[in-house]
């Protein structure tokens, strides 16, 4: 019982020692930078090396175990992702496999690294087919990514398991970081470099390794820029592209290519035949469909998708009078047809470092790995040459001495001691001579082995030459530059360079108001402000249905063109175009879907802009101001803020101010007219507004403009209309904010002026 009792007492001495204290910050402080540096080191950057990821890297060298290479045949996808999975890389097999289709997609990969046969995806964005459908092998350029690594070109370190080995980083004898581009995002970084012409490239490293200190002008001569496995035209000024190499930082305006194509009697189409990289087709024609249907882009008829193999797509414009780089400018603007491609060059250098290189310092990193490999493999040649040469001179002795080397071997039981006591062998000498099979003595002439000898001893002594010249180094440097350059450049088959350089044509796409087309419409707006817009100008008076509970408020003539305007309760003024309002045909749709008005304001006027014209706004409590039009247009759904209001004011007038008006009448609930000079009221953009007329109580009733010498007009109960001219109406002519007079015998009894 003692026993238990002392184990349940609590944990041992030494395990409160592992416990340690630290502050929580620093602690989770501690494990983000693991988990970044890891992030940067081991999955988001390339290596600026071989241009890969770690997930890429681990592909191809575990298809090179499975000897995938081009001239053999396919294998499963789904195997090749087991094995990375199962011997270099723990994690999910999808995105092994995504890793693995994006090297296989001719239109993702300027090279595609790897041979995939079955369905890869294609431009559209539809998925490839699981891994179990498709096969795959490396193509001839990724050989080059791996010829060395039997020759100790690299490090190799052991995989996450420690029973295997991989390579820290590839020979690399073809410049893929800059052929293919990388894109990732890291903690705190990113990368995102475009594929290039990689003709260009090997062009620029010969140049760099003649001229060490060239400069990034004279490299741009012969790499000019991205070069797009899609193709398209690049309109970046050269000035940008020079300091976006310089720098590793920029970007480049990427177009689509297109061409116009006759249809006869004045009417054409133009054909899209290239898109840029990394848009996939469905969505850019979804987009461009969208634009046509919401009539954003009224000179655009229709667009079609008439791809096969080669991307196809029909733009329809309006009509024959349409210009076509006009057009184009427009969708140019709108759509993904034209995209800014980044430039980051963000990459690991050679110490596993992350840092922004320029276009200069990624060539030369290229070159110094290339040295370094020629280096290793040098040194790896002639330690193999030097054991075989051993072995051939253990060889010529004993073919100088072959029948005493019979009679040991017949007569001794251990043969070697006394053979290399013998005849001065060492013990790799003698193995060699005891494992020779019976059937190589007729092979053993002293000339061929002398022959096999020199040939040995010469690669030996050049191999040797260039472990300690430079100038030779780079030599063979050069040549494999040029043997990839013969092998994949412009004389291959996909080596020419796909993508194109222009200047963006000096013309302005075409705006929104320039491409409605003007027509007549009747703009309807009930109580309940639902709105709409019937065709044509229809007679203000006609009989027109509306939702039950529900009356006419508003009904005036406008043109599509036209831009409404909404004053509301609150002193704000809302836009609204007119070709955006729903058909006459339904009852409409609540204005308050079309801009953001607060459900407890109401609708004070609608009415169409009309530029130069000018308004009187007002409150109930008699303040207001003169506004142009022009000032009170809203940009945005929120509209814009013109007569500030208070709690006990609401906004409640705006009355158009006639050409030759110069009056102001005003008429209080008080039944008090007051005129006076249109001129003593302010003209601004926002405010509270100047006082219109004095009251004791209430406040004003209606407002209008006119002019004097016209008189004051009303209309009465009868259907008569009268007028108030000269003497009559002289007397409630007075200072703007005095107190008026009585209204006049006969003004109507709802005290408004109409």
């Given at each position: 019982?003692?026993m238990?009792?002392?184990?349940?007492s609590?944990?041992?001495?030494?395990?409160?020692?592992?416990?340690?204290?630290?502050?929580?910050?620093?602690a989770?402080?501690g494990?983000y930078?693991?988990?970044?540096?890891?992030?940067?080191?081991?999955r988001?950057?390339?290596?600026?090396?071989?241009?890969?990821?770690?997930?890429?890297?681990?592909?191809?060298y575990?298809?090179?175990q499975?000897?995938?290479?081009?001239?053999?045949?396919?294998?499963?996808?789904?195997?090749?992702?087991?094995?990375?999975?199962?011997?270099?890389?723990?994690?999910?097999?999808?995105?092994?496999?995504?890793?693995?289709?994006?090297?296989?997609?001719?239109?993702?990969?300027?090279?595609?690294?790897?041979?995939?046969?079955?369905?890869?995806?294609?431009?559209?964005?539809?998925?490839p087919?699981?891994m179990?459908?498709?096969e795959?092998?490396?193509?001839?350029?990724?050989?080059?990514?791996?010829?060395?690594?039997?020759?100790?070109?690299?490090?190799?370190?052991?995989?996450?398991?420690?029973?295997?080995?991989?390579?820290d980083?590839?020979?690399?004898?073809?410049?893929?970081?800059?052929?293919?581009?990388?894109?990732?995002?890291?903690?705190?970084?990113?990368?995102?470099?475009?594929?290039?012409?990689?003709?260009?490239?090997?062009?620029?490293?010969?140049?760099?390794?003649?001229?060490?200190?060239?400069?990034?002008?004279k490299?741009?001569?012969?790499?000019?820029?991205?070069?797009?496995?899609?193709?398209?035209?690049?309109?970046?000024?050269?000035?940008?592209?020079?300091?976006?190499?310089?720098?590793?930082?920029?970007?480049?305006?990427?177009?689509?290519?297109?061409?116009?194509?006759?249809?006869?009697?004045?009417?054409?189409?133009?054909v899209?035949?290239?898109?840029?990289?990394?848009?996939?087709?469905?969505?850019?024609?979804e987009?461009?469909?969208?634009?046509v249907?919401?009539r954003?882009?009224?000179?655009?008829?229709?667009?079609?998708?008439?791809?096969?193999?080669?991307?196809?797509?029909?733009?329809?414009?309006?009509?024959?009078?349409?210009?076509?780089?006009?057009?184009?400018?427009?969708?140019?603007?709108?759509?993904?047809?034209?995209?800014?491609?980044?430039?980051?060059?963000?990459?690991?250098?050679?110490?596993?470092?992350?840092?922004?290189?320029?276009?200069?310092e990624?060539?030369?990193?290229?070159?110094?790995?290339?040295?370094?490999?020629l280096?290793?493999?040098?040194?790896?040649?002639?330690?193999?040459?030097?054991?075989?040469?051993?072995?051939?001179d253990?060889?010529?002795?004993?073919?100088?001495n072959?029948?005493?080397?019979?009679?040991?071997?017949?007569?001794?039981?251990?043969?070697?001691?006394?053979?290399?006591?013998?005849?001065?062998?060492?013990?790799?000498q003698?193995?060699?001579?005891?494992?020779?099979?019976?059937?190589?003595?007729?092979?053993?002439?002293?000339?061929?082995?002398?022959?096999?000898?020199?040939?040995l001893v010469?690669e030996?002594?050049?191999?040797?030459?260039?472990?300690?010249?430079?100038?030779?180094q780079?030599?063979?440097?050069?040549?494999?530059?040029?043997?990839?350059?013969?092998?994949?450049?412009?004389?291959?088959?996909?080596?020419a360079?796909?993508?194109?350089f222009?200047?963006?044509?000096?013309?302005e796409?075409?705006?929104?108001?320039?491409m409605i087309?003007?027509?007549?419409?009747t703009?309807i707006?009930?109580?309940?402000g639902?709105?709409?817009?019937?065709?044509?100008?229809a007679?203000?008076?006609?009989?027109?249905?509306?939702?039950?509970?529900?009356?006419?408020?508003f009904?005036?003539?406008?043109?599509?063109?036209?831009?409404l305007?909404?004053?509301?309760?609150?002193?704000?003024?809302?836009?609204?175009?007119?070709?955006?309002?729903?058909?006459?045909?339904?009852?409409?749709e609540?204005?308050?879907?079309?801009v953001?008005l607060?459900?407890?304001?109401?609708?004070?006027a609608?009415?169409?802009?009309?530029?130069?014209?000018k308004?009187?706004?007002?409150?109930?409590?008699?303040?207001?101001?003169?506004?142009?039009?022009?000032?009170?247009?809203?940009?945005?759904?929120?509209?814009?803020?013109?007569?500030?209001?208070d709690?006990?004011?609401?906004?409640?007038y705006?009355?158009?101010?006639?050409s030759?008006?110069?009056t102001?009448?005003?008429?209080?609930?008080n039944?008090?007219?007051?005129?006076?000079?249109?001129?003593?009221?302010?003209?601004?953009t926002?405010?509270?507004g100047?006082?219109?007329?004095?009251?004791?109580?209430?406040?004003?009733?209606?407002?209008?403009?006119?002019?004097?010498?016209?008189?004051?007009?009303w209309l009465?109960?009868?259907?008569?209309?009268?007028t108030?001219v000269?003497e009559?109406?002289?007397?409630?002519?007075?200072?703007?904010?005095?107190?008026?007079?009585?209204?006049?015998?006969?003004?109507?009894?709802?005290?408004?002026?109409?």
């Amino acid at each position: 019982m003692a026993m238990n009792d002392e184990t349940k007492s609590g944990p041992p001495e030494d395990e409160d020692d592992r416990i340690v204290s630290e502050a929580l910050g620093r602690a989770l402080g501690g494990r983000y930078l693991t988990y970044a540096l890891s992030t940067i080191m081991h999955r988001a950057l390339p290596d600026v090396r071989d241009g890969l990821k770690p997930v890429h890297r681990r592909i191809l060298y575990a298809m090179r175990q499975m000897r995938l290479n081009p001239e053999g045949g396919f294998k499963k996808s789904a195997k090749v992702v087991g094995e990375v999975m199962g011997s270099f890389h723990p994690h999910g097999d999808q995105s092994i496999y995504d890793a693995m289709v994006r090297l296989a997609q001719d239109f993702a990969s300027r090279y595609p690294l790897v041979d995939g046969q079955g369905n890869f995806g294609n431009l559209d964005g539809d998925n490839p087919a699981a891994m179990r459908y498709t096969e795959s092998r490396l193509t001839p350029i990724a050989l080059t990514l791996l010829e060395g690594l039997s020759d100790d070109a690299v490090d190799f370190r052991p995989n996450y398991d420690g029973e295997e080995l991989e390579p820290d980083v590839l020979p690399a004898a073809f410049p893929n970081l800059l052929a293919n581009g990388a894109t990732g995002i890291a903690v705190g970084m990113a990368t995102a470099i475009p594929p290039h012409n990689v003709d260009e490239l090997c062009q620029g490293l010969l140049h760099l390794l003649k001229t060490p200190g060239a400069t990034v002008e004279k490299l741009v001569d012969l790499i000019p820029g991205p070069d797009f496995p899609t193709g398209g035209i690049i309109v970046e000024p050269r000035a940008n592209i020079i300091e976006a190499y310089r720098t590793g930082r920029g970007g480049f305006r990427l177009r689509s290519r297109w061409h116009r194509e006759d249809l006869g009697r004045g009417r054409y189409q133009i054909v899209v035949t290239e898109i840029p990289h990394a848009i996939q087709k469905s969505r850019l024609i979804e987009r461009i469909a969208a634009l046509v249907m919401e009539r954003k882009v009224p000179i655009l008829a229709n667009v079609n998708d008439e791809s096969a193999e080669d991307v196809r797509v029909v733009l329809e414009p309006r009509s024959g009078t349409v210009d076509p780089d006009v057009l184009m400018e427009t969708l140019f603007k709108q759509t993904d047809l034209e995209v800014r491609v980044p430039l980051n060059l963000n990459v690991l250098d050679a110490t596993r470092t992350p840092r922004v290189m320029s276009l200069r310092e990624a060539l030369q990193a290229f070159l110094d790995h290339r040295r370094e490999v020629l280096l290793r493999r040098s040194r790896h040649r002639i330690g193999k040459i030097d054991a075989r040469v051993e072995v051939l001179d253990g060889y010529i002795i004993a073919f100088l001495n072959l029948d005493r080397v019979i009679e040991i071997i017949r007569n001794e039981d251990e043969p070697k001691p006394i053979m290399m006591a013998e005849f001065s062998l060492t013990d790799v000498q003698a193995e060699a001579i005891l494992n020779m099979r019976l059937r190589s003595l007729r092979k053993l002439e002293e000339m061929q082995l002398r022959d096999e000898r020199e040939k040995l001893v010469a690669e030996r002594e050049g191999l040797t030459a260039i472990l300690e010249s430079e100038d030779l180094q780079s030599s063979k440097i050069a040549d494999e530059l040029r043997d990839i350059r013969k092998r994949f450049g412009v004389k291959a088959e996909g080596g020419a360079r796909r993508t194109d350089f222009a200047e963006a044509p000096r013309i302005e796409a075409a705006s929104m108001d320039a491409m409605i087309e003007r027509e007549p419409i009747t703009v309807i707006c009930s109580e309940k402000g639902w709105i709409r817009a019937m065709k044509g100008h229809a007679a203000l008076d006609a009989d027109v249905k509306y939702k039950d509970g529900d009356g006419p408020r508003f009904m005036f003539h406008a043109q599509t063109t036209d831009k409404l305007l909404l004053f509301a309760t609150n002193g704000r003024v809302y836009t609204l175009p007119a070709d955006k309002l729903p058909g006459g045909r339904s009852m409409g749709e609540p204005v308050r879907l079309m801009v953001d008005l607060p459900n407890e304001e109401q609708m004070v006027a609608l009415f169409a802009h009309v530029p130069g014209a000018k308004r009187i706004v007002a409150s109930n409590d008699g303040r207001g101001f003169v506004v142009a039009e022009a000032d009170a247009v809203a940009q945005t759904r929120t509209g814009k803020q013109v007569l500030n209001t208070d709690p006990l004011s609401r906004a409640a007038y705006c009355v158009e101010i006639g050409s030759e008006d110069d009056t102001v009448a005003v008429v209080g609930e008080n039944r008090k007219v007051l005129l006076f000079p249109l001129s003593e009221l302010p003209e601004m953009t926002r405010g509270k507004g100047v006082l219109l007329q004095r009251y004791k109580d209430g406040g004003m009733n209606d407002l209008r403009t006119l002019k004097l010498e016209e008189g004051l007009s009303w209309l009465m109960s009868g259907g008569k209309t009268r007028t108030v001219v000269g003497e009559d109406l002289a007397e409630y002519v007075g200072k703007r904010a005095s107190a008026g007079r009585m209204a006049p015998h006969g003004f109507p009894r709802d005290n408004r002026f109409s």
